[in-house]
Each structure stands twice: as structure tokens, then as C-alpha cells.
């Protein structure tokens, strides 16, 4: 190549390509059978996914509203500093998720941003069963970060193995610390429930392992994926800023929401003590865990109520506590959360 003369002006740039349709963030395969779009039906495409939370939410609220109403009239009769304290520790909740996805997964994640998205997938986690809702919005958020989807979901299964074994001892230890105190006795159930309880555990195990065992096409990915997730779980825990994370933000967890039973059942002078209450809730949610309802929804109310008359609650002020936790854990946050939800759309960060 010949050198250019020390006149010559310097060669032009090619030109910057016009920008051209968009295509929707789908697997490759998916994206070959729908038509691209435009940088402007993109654009309308991206606000109306930031208003779905928002159209959810008020149909939800249409459908919920008796229960909204209901607890709110129930409450306005509550010691607010207590409701304040309630609030409060539903924060933290916010604060521990976001210490548990924290720990699961080796690189660092922003702060602010990861706060965020926990809240908004809080909000998100209440609309589907199962907390599908949650891991989606992490999903999202985990893989703009850009972490491989193998390894986002090996986050998501640790996060949620993760969750139960920390809850199951912090139970061990309130039984530990305070034995006289939880008359457990009065919870557990009969027989037969426990019977039956088994052989759908049972069943259920016997379905999965004879899936995968028999299904060809599952196997090689599922054997990938627990690899993946082997190798994952041993570096988050060589690193004991990650384990103290993932561990330490799940056993606070489930401790922040008991605090929350215990702030609103005080708060209407629930003749229960705070151990008891913190441990009710531990009790109850992970009988009714198991139940795939949208946040728990249900079944875990139906539990804490149960646990909270053992423990020689009136049935009547047992139900306005339910009923008033669910109202600071689940609608007092939701509508922020949506809004937060919608904002991470449109900012791209989801």
C-alpha cells in the first residue's frame, strides 16, 4: 500500500448504514418466521409492554376490590405507628430479595438497578403462580446484564432452593430458642393430612423422575443445566461476600414478612406474642408453599389464619391480621412497583 502524499486529505468514512426495521429480542429461530419491525412500531411496541403491568393491575383490582376495601375499613381502626412498622419491614423484604439474586450469581450487579427490579418483580411475582412472574423480570434483567441464559437460570434454581433450606432453619432455631414459647404440638396435623401429603410428594417425584428418565430430548438439557448450576453454586461459595449474601438475604427473608404479621397483629392488639407471630407465618407459609398460587395467595392465608388461632388468636381479629398483611406485602407496594416496572421497560433495562 502506497503512502498518501502529505496534502492528500484523509480518506472519507463510509457512511453510517440507514437504520432499518428492528427486530423483536427473540431466539433466532423464532425471529425468522415474524416480520421485522420498524423503528417506530418498535417504540409503540416497547410503551405498550410498559402499560400491560399497569392494564393488569387495574383489572386485578376490579376483580379484588372487596378484599381492598374490606381491610382497609378493618385497619382504619389500627395503631398507625405499628402499620408504619409493618410498611417498613415490607421494604426490607425488597431489600433481602434483592440480596439473595445478589448472591446467586458470581459477577456483580448494580445496586440501584437490581433494587429496582427486585421491587418491580415483587409486583410482577403477584400476578402469576409460582412466582413465575419474579423470574421473568430477573430474567430479563440478568440476561441485559449480559449473563448466558444457562447460567440465569442456574441463578433462578438457586434462588429458589436456596429460599426453603434457609427458611427451614430459621424455623429449627426459633424451636431451639424458644421452646416453650411455640407449642408446636397445636400446629401439626393430623395423620391422615400427613398421609396424604406424602403420597402426592410421593407421586409427584415418581412423575418427574419417570419424565425425565423416559423423555430423550429432556435429558440432555436438564444435565447441562444442573451442571451449570454445580458449578455456579461452588464459586458463589468460594467467595464469602457472595455466600453471606445468598444466605444471610434468605434467611432475612421470610423473617422481614413474619415481622410484618407480627407489626400488623400488634397494631390491632392481637393477644399473640411477637415470636409466636413471626413464627406462625414461618410455620404457615411453608406448609402452603408447596400450593402454586399467585403470591401465595390463598392457601397461606388460610394457613396463617389457622396458626394464629392455635396460638389462641380470635378468629375474628386472626382473619383483619391476614387481611391487613396481605394489604401492606401485596397492594401497598403493588401499584409502586408496577410503576417501577414500567420505568425499567422503557429505560431498556428490562
Known sequence: MYPLPLDAPPPARPAAPAPGPSRLPLPARLRTHLPAL???????????????????????AAVDWHTVYTGAARLASAHPLWLLAGAFFTGLCSVASAFIRQGAVPERLPPGQLLATQFAAGAAGHALPGNIGAHAVVLRFLRGRGIPLARCTASLAMYSAVKPVAKTLVILAFLVAFPGTLRLTALLPKGETLALAGAITAVS??????????????????????????????????????????????????????????SVGSSLDLPVSW???????????????????????????????????????????????????????????LIPGTLVLSALVRAKVL
Open 38 to 60: 420498524t423503528p417506530a412500531a418498535a417504540r409503540r411496541l416497547r410503551l405498550a409492554l410498559s402499560l400491560l403491568p399497569l392494564l393488569l393491575l387495574a383489572i386485578w
Open 205 to 262: 417425584l415418581a412423575a418427574v423422575v419417570t419424565l425425565i428418565t423416559t423423555v430423550r430430548p429432556l435429558r440432555r438439557p436438564l444435565i447441562g443445566g444442573l451442571r451449570t448450576a454445580f458449578t455456579d453454586t461452588r464459586l458463589v461459595h468460594s467467595r464469602p461476600v457472595r455466600a453471606f449474601a445468598l444466605w444471610g438475604g434468605a434467611a432475612a427473608f421470610p423473617l422481614c414478612q413474619g415481622a410484618v404479621v407480627a
Open 275 to 333: 415470636i409466636q407471630m413471626v413464627f406462625a407465618y414461618l410455620v404457615a407459609s411453608t406448609a402452603a408453599g408447596a400450593v402454586p398460587a399467585p403470591g401465595g395467595l390463598g392457601p397461606v392465608d388460610a394457613a396463617l389464619v389457622f396458626t394464629l388461632v392455635a396460638f389462641g388468636a380470635p378468629a375474628t381479629l386472626a382473619t383483619t391480621t391476614v387481611i391487613g398483611y396481605r394489604v401492606l406485602t401485596v397492594w401497598l407496594p
